[in-house]
T-cell receptor, first 111, second 118 residues
Framework: GDSVTQMEGPVTLSEEAFLTINCTYT??????LFWYVQYPGEGLQLLLK???ADDKGSNKGFEATYRKETTSFHLEKGSVQVSDSAVYFC??????????WGAGTKLIIKP | GAVVSQHPSRVICKSGTSVKIECRSL??????MFWYRQFPKKSLMLMAT?????????EQGVEKDKFLINHASLTLSTLTVTSAHPEDSSFYIC??????????????FGPGTRLTVL
């Protein structure tokens, strides 16, 4: 079945560092791909999405490109802030509109 | 954007009691809602898909008699944990689909409910 694999955390970076969180998927067809973020004490929020190959989703300085050839959707940000500390989930939507989730990556940004 | 609320945000109960969690779509009608369970440091586990006016579809391994789901209206779904035990302690999250025009249906998530069973 469909699955999502993302890098284990926690990932600890200094403020203004470059961020990459890897995400790869296996799926039949071409699912929509998502990154969700969960800030401490809050619910899940959609960070960005891409619905077809080569699409680039972007929001709040974060970007991810739908790479069909490598079945990847890596999350990147050029300069992280302390306020970016959160848990990030990669997910795909299957043909039944169900989300298949990665395990989540905790990001810790130190001042 | 679409807003989904959950109530209560936190509940502590004694073993053997039942707990009801409400999930509401505040500014849209949700024909489909999902219930998830999140274990510490783990991803979300889909428990069931709830469609308005029909029985919920449970994922394999989820006891439907223990986790009762009722989707009575287009804006409300409830999850009742019956005869709760300490192993049911978890973070329960609901989401709702707002039908869209972009070819896929985005899920909007509630803030979650922390259940602690003593």
């Amino acid at each position: 079945g469909d699955s999502v694999t993302q890098m284990e955390g926690p990932v600890t970076l200094s403020e203004e560092a470059f961020l990459t969180i890897n995400c790869t998927y296996t799926a039949t067809g071409y699912p929509s791909l998502f990154w969700y973020v969960q800030y401490p004490g809050e619910g899940l929020q959609l960070l960005l999405k891409a619905t077809k190959a080569d699409d680039k989703g972007s929001n709040k300085g974060f970007e991810a490109t739908y790479r069909k050839e490598t079945t990847s959707f890596h999350l990147e940000k050029g300069s992280v802030q302390v306020s970016d500390s959160a848990v990030y989930f990669c997910a795909l939507m299957d043909s039944n509109y169900q989300l298949i989730w990665g395990a989540g990556t905790k990001l810790i940004i130190k001042p | 954007g679409a807003v989904v609320s959950q109530h209560p945000s936190r509940v502590i109960c004694k073993s053997g009691t039942s707990v009801k969690i409400e999930c509401r779509s505040l500014d849209f009608q949700a024909t489909t809602m999902f219930w998830y369970r999140q274990f510490p440091k783990k991803s979300l586990m889909l428990m069931a898909t709830s469609n308005e006016g029909s029985k919920a579809t449970y994922e394999q391994g989820v006891e439907k008699d223990k986790f009762l789901i009722n989707h009575a209206s287009l804006t409300l779904s409830t999850l009742t944990v019956t005869s709760a035990h300490p192993e049911d302690s978890s973070f329960y999250i609901c989401s709702a689909i707002e039908p869209g025009t972009s070819g896929y249906n985005e899920q909007f998530f509630g803030p979650g409910t922390r259940l602690t069973v003593l």
